[in-house]
């Protein structure tokens, strides 16, 4: 296909960008693993992270201090959003897999205390102790 006159290609493994102040914003790279794009505020941590790799796509939100607070991927298992609280933990997770989607909160220590889903049977609704021990389910599993 031809380029319109005066537009030009530039190829190379990495791209980066920089602010005024020669600090780097935004870096553009390709790997073995895949190509990332990365996203940098003005004190250099890194706020957005998105990749694509062998096992699917992903995408990574840091707060200020450079820590992970939203994650999405999709791989062949279905998509996925993760949550973070400000210590890096896990609190929230929406899956949607082959058994249909869920969401699960977790406690401040990565324990599962409760879980919505809907599957096949119908809607799920699942709580827990700090152990991971089972509360109560709704509508009721039946024991057989």
């Not at 895949?34 to 004190?43: E, I, K, Q, R």
């Not at 249909?100 to 096949?120: E, I, M, N, W």
């Amino acid at each position: 296909m031809a380029r319109p006159k005066g537009m030009r290609v530039v190829e190379a493994n990495e791209v980066v960008l920089v602010d005024t102040g020669g600090r780097v914003r935004a870096k553009m790279d390709v790997s073995e693993q895949g190509p990332t794009f990365n996203l940098y505020d003005a004190s250099g941590q890194p706020r957005l992270v998105a990749g694509v790799a062998s096992a699917g796509a992903s995408l990574a939100l840091y707060d200020a201090t450079g820590r992970a607070r939203a994650g999405l991927s999709v791989t062949a298992s279905g998509p996925c959003l993760r949550l973070y609280d400000d210590k890096g933990n896990v609190r929230a997770r929406l899956d949607v897999g082959e058994a249909g989607p869920g969401l699960l909160f977790d406690d401040d220590k990565g324990q599962s205390r409760l879980g919505l889903t809907v599957s096949a049977y119908g809607p799920e609704v699942n709580m827990f102790d700090a152990q991971g021990k089972p509360l109560c389910s709704f509508p009721s599993t039946p024991t057989e």
